[in-house]
């Protein structure tokens, strides 16, 4: 009996000891946080403020958190977006998903999100880098109505435009072609249409653009001078929608619905141009005069597309698509017919896995393709030219937070295999093909594995560092080396932060670019015999300081950046079906340097940025193969050399339905080539005399500056009577009329009677005056 007692003494001893340990028992909370269009929002806080736990959403807005079993309100939080708290009753493993609702006034609208709060963008270890949402695009100027969201990177200090009208981005001294466009992991080669004077991103379903000038995340390679990673919308999981606008040369629509409530969705969008449903029409009513010149045909269209799926609490998967094509025709009366057509096809299959709250994956496969093809037609006489870049790739990315929160541990690896079709001509006749030359193929394979570690030191000092192992071969041809990366943030105040930076990089692919022709003629040309890979370092630093009360952010940037292996060409070099085509290069070196300013304000009814850049860029090709180098080997500005660029952007709430917008830029103009005299020359049989211009030094000149005021009113109209919204956006650009300088040539002035040459003289032609357009946008 007495033993019996002591048996129940001790049960209840345990009953007892084990009582608090299942209070504290540990289960896991899971689920996303999405926007209520069904957008996920990578980077939102989860928290439940009562037990001081939280943690942030990954890439692809999922999270996991440990929690004590029992009652918990769990708060979600993201930048625009209202907070929400929902309650749950934790017995074990559960899920729980958010959908955040658009910021509850009307003035979020014309909130610049950039990459956060202003307390956010001071705090980042990141240097140089901008990010830019779709909603933001929308509300500036455009040009003929079209929003572009390269063009809304070129309004960011650093990021100089190509010339009038183009889309190219030449980032802190880089040339055009190294650059690295990504769309949702895709690689783009062209990001152009309209011959570069709007990109091929369709606005309706891009959710952000994250651009890296500096200090770049060691997951990236390939490029020297920048990164543009580009994610798409996802499509809401709770109903079907649709939006779109009706401009004055194109039209977009978008359709997304859920693909199973609360599981998946899609989304798809178009695109599409109508100049030549006009010009056809034009040309018909002039077929009859002989003298009339018809005109070219030009259209381009995009498709977009993307769906996802949670397959379990752990798993989701991620489909999506792009095509896009440009076409441009002429077809004359008397048998001459032209056909140009270039564009990209992008596709990515993504599987994203949570192993632990602490440890999670994204793999992805890519394929991108990238082609032109022109094809002439005289009479009975054909000719084309053709060529492609295509790329498979494979990517894996892991993120692991170890116990402490003081360390964020990326690392992975990528593979990609190139086929390069460097060339393909074609001539004949209707009755026998001749084939001219010969198709110029080559293959490569280029991989990378990288590791980096964000560590915060202190509560001051904050670190990013990594290192990226890249390599190429092609043929018997083979490279490779190391790519530190360094990242450092001190915090001398709580409104005042110190950066610094350097990153070290290779390019193992070349843009061969006939800069003489009035079509792009693009070709993608490997690493391999005498083209070694392209490299460059850049260090920079910086300060960054919230004043104000906290409603503006002074950021002041320097950076230095010193390249190797810089691609030129020879005088009178062939680019098209050339087996040789090494041959034709000449390398030399770069460097570029600068200071940036940059003024952010968020909050309030005007909101906008202000950016002034001071830079140099130079480059230098010594005399080698047989040449005097360029310019005799002395160093050169090239052509995408600024000294002065200055950018505001505004954008004021009139009124709940009315939103003002405008943007200023001023740049230096753009070093050029012109000739300083003429000598005469008479050939040896004393035929007429020839006037031959002659040159200074390469760029030795620069054009007029450049300078533009766009304006544009954004008027809401009523909802819908079933629950849409709509809007009139009214567009000036180059509201006072500016003719900017496109290019200058030489024009002859001479005796009405004699017809002798009196003198020579610069002429300038422009190319877009002030443009007003009007876009109908509707969303239901």
Same mark, same amino acid.
């Given at each position: ?191 152009? @249409? ?101 005109? #070219? ?120 295999? @190139? ?58 041809? /083979? ?53 070694? #890979? ?22 002041? /940037? ?223």
């Amino acid at each position: 009996m007495v033993r019996l007692r002591s048996f129940r003494f001790v049960f209840l001893l345990l009953l007892l000891a084990a009582a608090p340990l299942s209070l504290l028992a540990q289960v896991v909370l899971r689920g996303t946080v999405r926007g209520s269009d069904g957008t996920a929002l990578p980077g939102a806080n989860v928290a439940v403020p009562r037990l001081g736990l939280g943690t942030a959403t990954n890439p692809d807005g999922s999270y996991e958190l440990s929690l004590p079993t029992g009652r918990h309100s769990v708060q979600a939080s993201f930048i625009g977006y209202r907070n929400q708290t929902l309650e749950v009753n934790l017995r074990n493993t559960q899920r729980l998903d958010f959908a955040l609702p658009l910021g509850g006034t009307e003035l979020q609208e014309v909130v610049i999100e950039g990459s956060g709060t202003l307390e956010q963008k001071l705090q980042t270890t990141q240097m140089g880098a901008e990010r830019i949402t779709a909603r933001e695009a929308k509300l500036l100027p455009a040009l003929f109505g079209e929003v572009d969201i390269l063009k809304t990177l070129q309004l960011k200090p650093g990021v100089q435009n190509g010339g009038e009208g183009t889309s190219g981005l030449f980032v802190r001294g880089g040339s055009a072609d190294q650059n690295l466009f990504l769309v949702d992991d895709a690689v783009v080669y062209n990001p152009n @249409h309209l011959f570069g004077l709007f990109s091929t991103f369709n606005s309706d379903v891009v959710q952000s653009v994250d651009l890296y000038k500096s200090g770049y995340p060691a997951q990236y390679g390939g490029r020297l001078s920048s990164v543009v990673d580009v994610k798409l919308r996802e499509g809401s999981r709770d109903s079907v929608g649709v939006s779109g606008g009706i401009g004055l040369i194109s039209s977009r629509l978008a359709v997304e619905a859920p693909i199973r409530k609360g599981k998946g969705s899609f989304i798809v969008a178009g695109r599409r141009t109508y100049f030549d449903v006009f010009t056809r029409q034009i040309n018909k009513l002039n077929a009859d005069d002989p003298d009339y010149k018809p005109i #070219p045909d030009y259209y381009f269209y995009d498709l977009n597309a993307k769906a996802n799926y949670q397959l379990t609490d752990k798993d989701q998967v991620f489909l999506s698509g792009y095509l896009g094509n440009d076409v441009f025709g002429f077809n004359s009366t008397q048998g001459f017919n032209f056909d140009f057509r270039w564009g990209n096809r992008a596709a990515t299959a993504r599987w994203s896995h949570v192993f632990s709250p602490r440890l999670f994956t994204n793999t992805s496969a890519t394929a991108s393709y990238y082609t032109y093809n022109i094809a002439n037609k005289l009479d009975q006489f054909s000719f084309g030219l053709s060529s492609s870049i295509r790329d498979y790739n494979l990517r894996s990315d892991w993120e692991w937070r170890p116990e402490g929160g003081k360390h964020v541990v990326r690392f992975g690896g990528s593979g990609t295999l @190139h086929h390069f079709g460097v060339g393909r001509l074609r001539a004949g006749s209707q009755d026998q093909e001749l084939n001219l030359g010969q198709d110029v193929q080559y293959d490569g394979q280029e991989g990378g594995l990288y590791a980096a570690d964000n560590f915060t030191v202190t509560d001051k000092l904050a670190l990013d560092y990594g290192l990226r192992l890249s390599g190429f071969r092609s043929g018997s041809n /083979e490279y490779g080396g190391l790519e530190p990366r360094a990242a450092a943030r001190y915090t001398l105040s709580p409104k005042t932060t110190l950066k610094a930076s350097y990153a070290l990089m290779y390019q193992y692919v070349h843009l061969v670019t006939n800069s003489g022709a009035s079509l792009p003629t693009d070709i993608w040309y490997p690493s391999r015999l005498s083209v070694d #890979p392209q490299r460059s370092q850049q260090v920079s630093a910086g300060v960054s300081w919230l004043f104000a009360g906290g409603k503006l952010l002074l950021t002041n /940037e320097v950076y230095y950046k010193w390249a190797q292996r810089q691609i030129d060409f020879r005088d009178g070099a062939q680019l098209f079906v050339n087996p040789e085509l090494d041959q034709e290069f000449l390398f030399g070196r770069g460097w570029a340097y600068g200071n940036e300013v940059y003024l952010e304000k968020k909050d309030g009814r005007t909101t906008g940025w202000l950016g002034y850049t001071l830079a140099w860029t130079k480059r230098e090709f010594e005399p080698q193969r047989g040449t005097n180098g360029i310019n005799g080997g002395q160093p050169f500005f090239p052509t995408y050399d600024r000294r002065h660029n200055l950018t505001v952007v505004l954008l004021h709430q009139l009124s709940k339905r009315i939103n003002l917008t405008g943007s200023f830029v001023y740049t230096s103009g753009n070093p050029t080539t012109l000739p300083t005299g003429r000598i005469a020359l008479q050939d040896v049989f004393g035929g007429e005399t020839e006037a031959v211009p002659l040159y200074p030094d390469r760029n030795a000149f620069r054009l007029p500056s450049y300078n533009r005021l766009d304006l544009g009113v954004v008027y809401k109209l009523r909802p819908m009577r079933w629950g849409g919204e709509s809007d009139l956006t009214l567009s000036i650009y180059n509201a006072y009329n500016r003719r900017n300088p496109y290019f200058i040539y030489i024009d002859e002035v001479r005796d009405e009677e004699t017809e002798q040459v009196l003198r020579y003289r610069a002429r300038q032609v422009s190319l877009f005056p002030v443009i007003p357009s009007v876009t109908y946008n509707f969303k239901f």
